[in-house]
């Protein structure tokens, strides 16, 4: 186990000097915080004169997210233009607990996210302005928690999501080796797969768009 570990580790770096070895601009590893934001639209069911009827609902969130990036120069365009690959892992989380008499509701979900997008970076002075789009992919774990006075049941299923991203952003080079990076990062849900016991559901192109402002630091090798 620890040599294919070790295998996987020099593999990686090996790819990335390779990629690397026609771009003036080092490597850099990436580490922000932010907070995603998104309106989306779900529906109660009721029922009327013995007819069900959906009643749509709009809700609006921010929650919090940790994102690890690596960023890899491939070759330089111009002067003042070099085109790079970002590889990226965003970690988010929401919360929500809801009570009323006797009925309580406890709600989690937590995604990983993983971004594959190539980057066109400007050079000028000491500051680089960014701006790439690309693929990310990964699942979504939710979990419900619902009590009604002595009865308890908990729900769990787990969604897999393939978005596109878009990012425009901006860095600003402290030193040698550390900078201050701040960026915007849009998602548009691409295809979403879900199976809950009997239950599948595929969909695509059905969620609103999210939008992940992000601050942090970069270091570059």
């Given at each position: 186990m620890?040599?294919l570990q ?5 593999i990686?770096?090996t790819?990335i000097s ?8 080092p490597?850099?590893?990436t580490?922000q915080?932010?907070a995603?934001?998104s309106?989306?639209?779900f529906?109660n069911?009721?029922?009327i004169?013995g007819e ?8 609006t969130?921010f ?6 990036g690596?960023?890899?120069p491939?070759?330089d365009?111009?002067?003042i233009?070099f085109f ?6 965003d970690?988010?989380?929401d919360?929500?607990?809801?009570s009323?008499s ?8 937590l995604?990983h996210r993983?971004?594959?997008q190539p980057q ?7 500051f ?8 990310t992919?990964?699942p979504?774990?939710y979990?419900?928690?619902?009590s009604v ?6 729900t769990?299923?787990?969604t897999?999501?393939i ?6 952003g901006?860095?600003y ?17 691409l295809?979403?797969?879900c199976?809950?016991?009997?239950y599948?559901?595929?969909?695509s192109?059905?969620?609103a ?9 970069m270091y570059?090798f």
């Amino acid at each position: 186990m620890h040599s294919l570990q070790r295998s996987v580790f020099v593999i990686f770096f090996t790819i990335i000097s390779v990629l690397n070895l026609s771009a003036k601009e080092p490597v850099g590893i990436t580490f922000q915080f932010g907070a995603i934001g998104s309106e989306k639209t779900f529906y109660n069911s009721t029922t009327i004169s013995g007819e069900t009827v959906a009643m749509p609902y709009s809700k609006t969130s921010f929650n919090p997210d940790i994102h690890m990036g690596v960023n890899i120069p491939v070759f330089d365009i111009s002067d003042i233009c070099f085109f790079n690959i970002d590889l990226g892992y965003d970690f988010l989380w929401d919360y929500s607990y809801g009570s009323y008499s006797s009925y309580q509701q406890e709600a989690y979900a937590l995604s990983h996210r993983f971004s594959i997008q190539p980057q066109v970076t400007f050079v000028k002075s000491n500051f680089r302005f960014f701006l790439g789009t690309g693929i990310t992919f990964g699942p979504e774990i939710y979990r419900y928690k619902v009590s009604v006075k002595e009865s308890k049941s908990n729900t769990d299923y787990t969604t897999f999501n393939i978005l596109w991203n878009f990012t425009i952003g901006a860095r600003y080079q402290l030193g040698n080796h550390l900078s201050i990076v701040a960026d915007v990062t849009f998602f548009v849900n691409l295809f979403s797969s879900c199976k809950y016991d009997d239950y599948k559901l595929k969909a695509s192109g059905s969620s609103a768009m999210e939008f992940l402002p992000k601050i942090g630091l970069m270091y570059q090798f």
